[in-house]
């Protein structure tokens, strides 16, 4: 049975139609507030907020580096964890369940020794 290409097209016109209302109503709503809101500007207003602290000094701020560490520590094994699900569903797979346990177990090897090498040098204590 051949495809037509109206039927084709009717699929992508469809898509492009809700993009189109898609874009139209936020573009309506960021209209609607901006000529609703009240605009009273005030110096206190127009300053640089920052966290409830007035701003005073320079600009730059020094930033430890453990925090990045940490903060990469996390997006690796949160990465990591996810390749946890996809393996559950093959286990449970007739055929797979002995390989793919082996396979598991290799990669949580190397997520251990990730972290103990992160251990051992002293960049999971927080001081």
Not at 68 to 81: E, G, K, M
Not at 83 to 103: C, D, I, Q, R, S
Request: with cysteine.
């Amino acid at each position: 049975m051949p495809v037509l290409a109206g039927d084709y097209f009717h699929s992508y016109s469809v898509v492009g139609l809700l993009a189109v209302v898609g874009v139209l109503f936020v573009a309506v709503a960021f209209g609607a507030g901006r000529l609703l809101r009240p605009v009273v500007p005030t110096p206190e207003k127009l300053l640089t907020y920052e966290c409830g602290v007035d701003p005073v000094g320079e600009g730059w701020a020094h930033t430890q580096v453990r925090y990045y560490v940490y903060a990469f520590l996390y997006v690796i094994f949160a990465v990591d964890s996810i390749f946890l699900f996809p393996w559950a569903t093959v286990f449970a797979a007739p055929g797979y369940g002995a390989a793919t346990l082996v396979e598991m177990f290799i990669f949580l090897g190397f997520l251990a020794v990730g972290l103990l090498y992160a251990w051992k040098k002293g960049v999971l204590e927080w001081t």
